[in-house]
């Protein structure tokens, strides 16, 4: 063996044993990577599960009943319910981020900081969705998205003003009727190009309404066919229990949808709040 096949040789083998190394280098990277955005995804399932309130005010003259269910990969739901200051008036509050991440759970601390305080002000809905669209969008990356829904509850007159944005789903049944209207969303969802002028609207209630409000994460889960449960398997199970209470209501919902999809873990947070108009008050203590 002459001399250049040697080197040659050698060569060969000490580009191998470089390459080698760098690849364990890479390996080492993508564990230590994939460890962090696992304890990520860790803290952002705890956080997220301690900012979704767990007890809903009592408010006299309206029946709630709501539920949270983190999503084993996606998330960053988040909902609330809660009265203003004028006592005559409530909010509700629900939003679904695009990814379960870190920045997601921290949009949530955002929201909750900005419902329990701007909104109390007497700021309409419109007025606060587009300073939490300010906010929000500012911080935003290319495929980042949010949508939400905010209404403010007159008890004096039972109407109900909202603005939305998004695929938040609201659905609205009235006493004695058969029908379940969906109320259409203010504007699409936010992203980092949202430029839509934000308006409130209102819907007119009645005693013994009601409204069933959710998020994206319930319609996406699939069977084992690829299909999805949407907007007409959720007014089935609504039809199905909607001579009962809330809570059988809720329950019923989230029993038709597990079951279509085998699984009581999905992939993404789901949210479910159902709303009944009970009374009106004439006049508060």
Request: glycine share 6%; proline share 3%; hydrophobic share 40%.
């Amino acid at each position: 063996m002459n001399d250049d096949l040697i080197n040659k040789i050698v060569q060969l083998e000490n580009q191998v044993q470089s390459y080698e190394r760098l690849l364990k280098q890479a390996n080492d990277k993508l564990l230590q990577l994939a460890t962090e955005i696992a304890s990520d995804l860790d803290w952002a399932l705890k956080l997220q599960k301690k900012l979704v309130p767990t007890e809903i005010p009592a408010i006299k003259g309206f029946e709630f009943s709501s539920k949270f269910i983190p999503g084993s990969r996606f998330g960053g739901d988040y909902f609330d319910i809660f009265e203003h200051e004028d006592r005559w008036k409530f909010g509700v509050f629900i939003s679904s981020c695009s990814g379960y991440t870190v920045s997601s759970a921290l949009m949530g601390l955002l929201i909750k900081f900005s419902t329990q305080v701007e909104a109390k002000r007497g700021m309409q809905p419109d007025e606060f969705v587009t300073l939490l669209a300010t906010e929000l969008v500012s911080s935003f990356k290319e495929k980042d998205r949010a949508s939400l829904f905010y209404g403010m509850v007159d008890r004096k007159n039972l109407n109900l003003h909202y603005c939305s944005a998004g695929m938040i789903s609201v659905y609205r049944q009235a006493k004695g009727r058969d029908a379940i209207d969906f109320i259409d969303p203010v504007a699409a969802e936010f992203s980092l190009d949202f430029k839509t002028v934000l308006t409130t609207r209102t819907v007119s209630l009645e005693p013994g309404d009601r409204i069933v409000i959710c998020t994206p994460g319930l319609f996406s889960s699939r069977d084992s066919n690829e299909k999805s449960w949407g907007a007409e398997n959720l007014i089935d199970a609504w039809r199905s229990a909607s001579k009962k209470g809330v809570h059988e209501l809720r329950n019923e919902i989230f029993y038709r949808q597990q079951s279509f999809s085998n699984s009581s873990e999905p992939l993404r947070d789901q949210s479910l709040i159902v709303i009944e108009v009970q009374d009106r008050i004439i006049k508060l203590a």
